[in-house]
T-cell receptor, first 110, second 113 residues
Framework: AQRVTQPEKLLSVFKGAPVELKCNYS??????LFWYVQYSRQRLQLLLR??SRESIKGFTADLNKGETSFHLKKPFAQEEDSAMYYC????????????FGSGTQLTVLP | DTAVSQTPKYLVTQMGNDKSIKCEQN?????MYWYKQDSKKFLKIMFS???????INETVPNRFSPKSPDKAHLNLHINSLELGDSAVYFC????????????FGQGTRLTVV
């Protein structure tokens, strides 16, 4: 069974401070990992995926297979980053199950 | 030209009623999903369906049933609604296979009174 764990339900940081949203996963095969973001009262949208190794809106995430983690990081948080962030996992090469973590509500304080 | 659209956006209904939420995607994706987001914003998969295979989350009550008239639609039918069914329901679609993005609808806020 696949599982995604986001240990922090709420996270508050000040503007300009670094932020890290934690994500751990369990899956026996080779997973594909994603971060999705949901701004207030909007639909979920993809932020980034591990395979593309890109930086979106200043966010990066590195897949650490040894620690089974996919933490989301940004060196300098902005107020507009305040949102709900979900880590998600899908079995490689399959769209059958896209499993989400419980989410972390990030609040960036002025 | 919305990619994934859900109707209605808001739904208020009484306990015991039967209701449906419609979802349509115009992306040509093979796989569609239904998710439930509860009051604590926890996002739980309910179903995934790709015109060949329906995968049901075993924790979903059988009062919930997905219905797919064609590849572009996956509607959610709920029988005998209960107070605990109140939540936001999201439909999503994604191509089969590969590292691909899932596109979400705007959600349907269901309130059971």
């Amino acid at each position: 069974a696949q599982r995604v764990t986001q240990p922090e339900k709420l996270l508050s940081v000040f503007k300009g401070a670094p932020v890290e949203l934690k994500c751990n996963y369990s899956y026996s095969g080779s997973p594909e990992l994603f971060w999705y973001v949901q701004y207030s009262r909007q639909r979920l949208q993809l932020l980034l995926r591990h395979i593309s190794r890109e930086s979106i809106k200043g966010f990066t995430a590195d897949l650490n297979k040894g620690e089974t983690s996919f933490h989301l990081k940004k060196p300098f948080a902005q107020e507009e980053d305040s949102a709900m962030y979900y880590c998600a996992l899908a079995p490689s090469g399959s769209a059958r199950q896209l499993t989400f973590g419980s989410g972390t509500q990030l609040t960036v304080l002025p | 030209d919305t990619a994934v659209s859900q109707t209605p956006k808001y739904l208020v209904t009484q306990m015991g009623n039967d209701k449906s939420i419609k979802c349509e995607q115009n992306l040509g994706h093979d796989t569609m999903y239904w998710y439930k987001q509860d009051s604590k914003k926890f996002l739980k998969i309910m179903f995934s369906y790709n015109n060949k295979e329906l995968i049901i989350n075993e924790t979903v009550p059988n009062r919930f049933s997905p219905k797919s008239p064609d590849k572009a639609h996956l509607n959610l039918h709920i029988n005998s609604l209960e107070l605990g069914d109140s939540a936001v329901y999201f439909c999503a679609s994604r191509p089969t296979g590969g590292d691909t993005e899932a596109f979400f609808g705007q959600g349907t806020r269901l309130t059971v009174v």
